[in-house]
C-alpha cells in the first residue's frame, strides 16, 4: 500500500543558544616559534616563546613565558645544491624577550631555499626549506565601492600564493590602518588583471591614500596564514550570547602549526617560518 | 511551496525559499510473466536572495545583486521483472540518478573593475548511471540461490565556474569519472533449527580518464610545491583500478522455540568517499571516488546475537556484539582547506580505524502499555597512517572518532490512553561527544591566539532528553481507505541545553568560553498523517 506522510503543521521553532562557561582549566604548555625572511635585505627577527594557561582570574594581562638562551641559525642552499650557514648570531631583545633578533642584516637570494634551526634546552627544531621566490608587482589599485582591488600579473601555468596588505593613509600620509587578504590563484589563474580586494571596509574614505604591498608565499606558509585566518575567525568575540547556527558546520579546531617540526618527536610544533617574497609599496 | 521573510524588512523582502518534489509510477502487466516498472523522482530546494546595493561613503551606491542556491535531486528507474519458471525469475533495473547543485549571482552594474556588470555560476554535481539484473532461482522449498550483476557509472563534477566579472576567470574541475562492476551470488538454506545465509561479491572498481593526475615526490608530503609531474589520461583510459572478493556469511541457530543464537561476518569495499570535515553535513560537501591517491574503504566486521522471548511472548530480549575494522579511511589534516581544491589530496590523510560494541534491548510488545529499553555500549577509534609521522593526527596514536559515543541509553514507549488517544514517551542518555579543547594561549604581534589539545581528547557533557507526545486515532472510513492521525507534543520538554560543542574567543584581549546548543529549549509541535 502506498503510504504519504505530510507534516501538515509543524510549529518548530529552533532555539537554538550560547552559554558562557569557565575557560577550561586544563594546560598544556608548548613552545612557539615564528619568523619569516623576506626579499627585503634586513635583520631576521623570530618570536619564541612558551604558551600560557587560558584561566587567568587576575584581571591582568599575563607576563609572556620566555625561553631563555634559543640557539638559532639560518641556513641557505643555493642552485648548485650546496647548503650553508647564513647566520648564528642571535640574541634576545632587552625590550621584548620573545623577540630574538640576528646581529647582521641578512641579504636573501632570489631562488634560493632558506630554514632555520632552533635548539632549546637540547631539543632542536627544524623548519622545512622553502624558497624565496620572484616578487610580484602591483600594477594598479581600484577603488570598487568600499572596497580597495590591488590588480596584478598572475604568472601562468604555475600554482601560486598570496598575502596582500592594504595599507590606508590620511591626506598627510599618516598610517591609519591596514587590511590583509591572503589568495591562491584558482580564480584568476594567468589572468593579466587578476586582483585581490579587500572586504567592504566601513572605515574606509574616498579621500584617502592606500598603498597595497603583495607577498609572494610558499604553499607551506600560505597554508600556515591560512591557519591564522580560520582562527581568527573562530576566535572573533560576540558580546551577545546569541545561539550562532554557523557552528553547526564548523570544521575542527586549528592548531597554529606550520612548518616547523620538533626533531626529537618528529611532531609539528606551533609556529612557522615562512620564505616570502614582497613587492614594493604600490600607493595610489 | 513558498515561503516569505515578511517579517525580516525591506532587505530581504523580496527573498524566496521553496521547494518541491514530484513522484511518478507506472506499471505495465504486459502478460503473466513480464511486468515492466518506470518511476521518477525530482526534488528541488530553492533559496533566492536579493540584496540591495549599500551607499558609500562617498554617496556612491553599490550594485543590486542577486544571488540564487539551488539543490536538485533528479532519479529514474526503469525494471523489467520477468518469470523464467515456477523457480526462476529475473529483475533487471536501470537506474540513473543525479544530484547537483548551483549558486548563480547577478549584479547590476559596478562589479567589476570598470563599473561593468558581472554574472558568476558555479555548478557542480554527482550522477550515476546503473545497471542490475538480479536473477533469484528456487531450488527448493527451503534453499533459495540470488545471483546477477551489478554495474555503476559515476560521474562528479566537482567544480565549473562560470563569470562575465573581468579578473575572475572561468574554470571547470575536471569531472571525475568511476565504472564498478560487481557479479555477486548468494545461497539462503533453512533447515529445521539452523538458516544459513551465504554470499560472495567480487567487486571491480576503475577510476577513468579523461583527468590529469598529479604524482607527488616520494620524500616529502602531499602539497602543491611537491608536485613531480602531472600525467593527462585519455578519455576512458583507467588510471587506476582496484578490486577484491566481498564475503558474507551468516548463521542462525534456534535454541528453543523462544530462543536464537546468530553469528555473522561480512566485508564490504566502500569507493566513494565523502569529503567533508564539517561536524554536520553540508548541501556543499564534496563526493570523491577511489583513485591514485585515495584507496577504497574496506571494512570487515563479526557480528553475534542472542534472542529471547518470554513463555508468554510479551517481552523480547535481545543481546547483540560486533567488531568491526576499517582500513583506508580518509581523514583531513590539520586546517584541512577543502573548499574549490583542485588537490584535494593534499589536505587528507589515510586512516585506518576500528569499532566494537555491544547492544542491550528489551522490547515489550503487547498490553496498554508498550514501548523498548535500549543500551548500547560501543568504542570507536582510528589513528592516521601516513608515513610521514609529522603529518599524523595525534601523533599516529589511536583517537575517538567525532562519533564515539560509549554510553547510549535510549528509552521508548507507548501508552493507550483510549480507543482514540494514546501517549508516547521518548528519553535518551547519551556520553557526550569527544572535542579538541584550547588548553593555552599566546600572543604574536599583539594579536592572541589559543593552542589546542591533540583532537577529540576531551569529551563534551553528556546529553539527555525528553519528548512526549499525544496521538489521535480517528476511526478509518473503510468505503476510502483514508486513514489519517494528529500528533500533539513537545520536544525537549524541559529545555535541555545539550552542548553540541563549546569554544573560546577573544574580545578585546580577554578570553571567554561559550557552550553551544543546537536546541536550547522545549519545541511544540502538531503533525497530520494520512495514507490512502
Known amino acids: 500500500m502506498k503510504q504519504y506522510k505530510l507534516i501538515c503543521i509543524s510549529l518548530l521553532t529552533i532555539f537554538s543558544c550560547t552559554e558562557e562557561i569557565s575557560p577550561s582549566d586544563e594546560f598544556e604548555p608548548k613552545i612557539f616559534i615564528f619568523g619569516e625572511i623576506t626579499s627585503h635585505q634586513d635583520y631576521l627577527s623570530l618570536k619564541i616563546g612558551r604558551t600560557l594557561p587560558l584561566n587567568n582570574s587576575s584581571g591582568i594581562e599575563p607576563l609572556p613565558s620566555t625561553v631563555e638562551n634559543a640557539e638559532i641559525a639560518l641556513f641557505s642552499r643555493g642552485n648548485n645544491g650546496t647548503s650553508y650557514l647564513v647566520t648564528d648570531d642571535f640574541s634576545a631583545s632587552l625590550l621584548d624577550p620573545e623577540d630574538y633578533i640576528s646581529s647582521q642584516v641578512v641579504t636573501p637570494i632570489i631562488g634560493n631555499y632558506y630554514w632555520i634551526e632552533v635548539t632549546i634546552d637540547g631539543i632542536k627544531y627544524e623548519s622545512s626549506p622553502e624558497q624565496l621566490k620572484t616578487p610580484i608587482a602591483v600594477t594598479d589599485i581600484e577603488v570598487v565601492g568600499n572596497q580597495v582591488r590591488a590588480i596584478f600579473n598572475d604568472p601562468q601555468n604555475e600554482i601560486n600564493h598570496y598575502y596582500a596588505i592594504f595599507n590606508f593613509y590620511d591626506e598627510n600620509d599618516f598610517f591609519l590602518f591596514d587590511e590583509t587578504e591572503l589568495s591562491n590563484d584558482i580564480l584568476f589563474d594567468g589572468n593579466e588583471n587578476a586582483f585581490i580586494e579587500t572586504e567592504d571596509t566601513a572605515d574606509f574614505n574616498g579621500e584617502n591614500k592606500y598603498g597595497v604591498t603583495l607577498m609572494h608565499l610558499n604553499f607551506d606558509t600560505y597554508q600556515f596564514y591560512q591557519n591564522i585566518t580560520i582562527q581568527n575567525q573562530s576566535n572573533e568575540g560576540d558580546e551577545e550570547e546569541v545561539g550562532d547556527p554557523g557552528r553547526l558546520f564548523e570544521s575542527p579546531p586549528t592548531n597554529l602549526t606550520g612548518n616547523i617540526i620538533n626533531t626529537s618527536t618528529n611532531r609539528l610544533i606551533l609556529g612557522n617560518f615562512g620564505v616570502v617574497s614582497i613587492s614594493d609599496e604600490f600607493i595610489k | ?382 589513528k592516521t597512517t601516513s608515513k610521514f609521522s609529522s603529518q599524523n593526527i595525534n601523533n599516529g596514536s589511536y583517537y575517538p572518532s567525532n562519533y564515539d559515543r560509549p554510553h547510549v541509553f535510549n528509552l521508548t514507549s507507548n501508552y493507550k490512553l483510549s480507543e482514540k488517544w494514546n501517549m508516547g514517551v521518548f528519553f535518551t542518555y547519551q556520553t557526550g561527544r569527544p ?97 490512502f
Request: proline residues 4%.
Open chain 2, 1 to 382: 511551496m513558498t515561503f516569505f521573510f515578511p517579517a525580516l524588512g525591506n532587505e530581504v523582502e523580496n527573498n524566496k525559499v521553496y521547494f518541491y518534489d514530484l513522484n511518478s509510477k507506472l506499471t505495465w502487466d504486459i502478460n503473466e510473466n513480464n511486468k515492466l516498472f518506470v518511476s521518477g523522482y525530482f526534488g528541488a530546494d530553492v533559496m533566492r536572495l536579493k540584496f540591495d546595493g549599500e551607499t558609500n561613503t562617498d554617496g556612491t551606491k553599490d550594485p543590486d545583486e542577486e544571488i540564487d542556491f539551488r539543490w536538485k535531486n533528479t532519479t529514474a528507474t526503469l525494471r523489467w521483472n520477468h518469470l523464467f519458471s515456477s523457480k526462476l525469475f529475473m529483475n533487471v533495473s536501470g537506474i540513473y540518478s543525479r544530484y547537483n547543485y548551483g549558486l548563480s549571482s547577478e549584479n547590476d552594474g559596478g562589479g567589476g573593475p570598470a563599473n561593468t556588470s558581472g554574472t558568476f555560476t558555479w555548478k557542480s554535481s554527482v550522477e550515476n548511471w546503473i545497471f542490475k539484473p538480479d536473477f533469484t532461482y528456487y531450488v527448493e522449498a527451503n534453499t533459495k540461490i540470488r545471483f546477477g550483476l551489478h554495474n555503476t557509472l559515476y560521474k562528479f563534477t566537482p567544480a565549473k565556474i562560470e563569470t562575465s566579472e573581468i579578473g575572475v576567470s572561468s574554470f571547470d574541475f575536471e569531472t571525475e569519472k568511476g565504472l564498478e562492476i560487481a557479479p555477486y551470488i548468494e545461497y539462503e538454506k533453512k533447515w529445521k533449527k539452523l538458516s544459513m545465509n551465504a554470499g560472495l561479491r567480487y567487486s571491480w572498481f576503475g577510476n577513468m580518464g579523461p583527468y590529469t593526475v598529479a604524482t607527488y615526490s616520494d620524500e616529502l608530503p602531499k602539497s602543491v610545491s611537491t608536485i613531480v609531474s602531472t600525467k593527462a589520461y585519455n578519455s576512458g583510459e583507467i588510471i587506476k583500478s582496484y578490486s577484491g572478493f566481498e564475503p558474507r556469511l551468516s548463521f542462525n541457530y534456534r535454541l528453543k522455540d523462544n530462543q536464537s543464537v546468530k553469528l555473522g561476518y561480512n566485508r564490504t569495499f566502500q569507493y566513494i568517499h565523502l569529503i567533508s570535515n564539517t561536524t554536520a553535513a553540508l548541501p556543499f560537501d564534496i563526493w570523491k571516488p577511489s583513485g591514485p591517491h585515495i584507496k577504497p574503504l574496506e571494512v570487515n566486521q563479526i557480528s553475534a546475537g542472542y534472542a529471547y522471548d518470554t513463555p508468554n511472548r510479551n517481552y523480547n530480549i535481545s543481546l547483540e556484539g560486533y567488531y568491526k575494522t576499517f582500513k583506508n579511511m580518509v581523514e583531513y589534516k590539520n586546517g584541512a582547506n577543502l573548499f574549490l581544491n583542485e588537490n584535494l589530496e593534499t589536505q587528507l590523510l589515510p586512516a585506518n580505524g576500528f569499532a566494537y560494541g555491544t547492544e542491550l534491548s528489551v522490547f515489550k510488545n503487547k498490553g496498554e502499555f508498550t514501548g523498548n529499553l535500549n543500551y548500547t555500549y560501543s568504542v570507536t577509534k582510528r
Open chain 2, 435 to 531: 572535542t579538541t579543547l584550547a588548553t593555552s594561549r599566546f600572543k604574536i604581534d599583539g594579536q592572541d591566539f589559543l593552542s589546542y589539545s591533540d583532537r577529540n581528547t576531551y569529551r563534551l557533557t553528556n546529553t539527555h532528553r525528553l519528548d512526549l507526545s499525544f496521538n489521535y486515532v480517528p476511526k478509518g472510513n473503510p468505503k476510502t481507505k483514508w486513514e489519517s492521525s494528529w500528533s500533539f507534543g513537545v520536544y525537549n520538554v524541559y529545555g535541555r541545553k545539550n552542548a553540541f560543542s563549546t569554544y573560546s574567543t577573544f574580545n578585546n584581549g580577554q578570553l571567554r568560553s561559550f557552550q553551544f546548543s543546537v536546541i536550547g529549549s522545549p519545541i511544540p509541535f502538531i503533525t497530520y498523517n494520512f495514507k
